[in-house]
């Protein structure tokens, strides 16, 4: 890991930590689904229809759930990070849509944080079954396998192709002699009166 992803990622979690229970699901989400964005940039096509996807008004690829569902699709993320993104979105939306009286001692989110995967610092007298403790540490698991996802799914970006030879659809007189062989035909013709 670069010394600049470690300070960047040690800055992050310092404030996570100073969040409250409410400010700590935003954060992190949002710092997830920028990685999200960023991987599919570096995947798709240096083309203008990018920006219309990912970030017009009502870019069609613009929300974190159809930004985690496109990852998912073209195989940018794993299973794993496509259940783990799934579960820290609901956590979020939860804090995101009610009014008051929801924190990480309320029972859905507990049962949320209670289904999340990510690898626990065991032994090492850390709140283990505290939903905020596994919480954090599922954002911070995703953080390290997402933050430079970017740049190794750069090597594989998709390039423009063509599909068919322009040649291949062609509108050509009889009189111009035969296609090329291994050229598909189809033969149109005026009748007769």
């Known amino acids: 890991m670069l010394l600049s992803t470690a300070i960047d ?4 979690v310092e404030a996570l930590k100073r969040e409250t229970d409410r400010g700590l699901p935003l954060v992190a989400a949002a710092l997830i689904d920028d990685r999200l964005t960023e991987t599919l940039r570096a995947f798709l096509c240096e083309v203008s229809s990018v920006e219309k996807l990912l970030d017009d008004g009502n870019a069609p690829i613009s929300t974190f759930s159809t930004r985690t569902e496109a990852c998912y699709a073209l195989g940018l993320i794993d299973e794993f990070e496509y259940a783990e993104i799934g579960l820290i979105r609901k956590v979020r ?4 849509h009610e009014k008051h009286g929801v924190s990480f001692l309320s029972p859905r989110i507990q049962g949320l944080c209670s289904s999340l995967k990510s690898n626990l610092p065991e032994g090492a007298g850390y709140p283990l079954q505290d939903s905020r403790f596994r919480f954090t540490n599922a954002v911070v698991v995703l953080a390290l396998r997402l933050y430079h996802r970017p740049d190794w799914v750069a090597l594989e970006r998709r390039k423009p192709k063509v599909w068919v030879d322009e ?3 062609k509108w050509r ?5 035969l296609p090329p062989p291994g050229l598909p035909v189809i033969v149109m013709g005026k009748s007769s009166p």
């Open 9 to 12: 990622l040690a800055e992050f």
């Open 93 to 96: 939306n939860e804090f995101a």
């Open 167 to 169: 040649n291949a659809t």
């Open 173 to 177: 007189p009889i009189e111009d002699g």
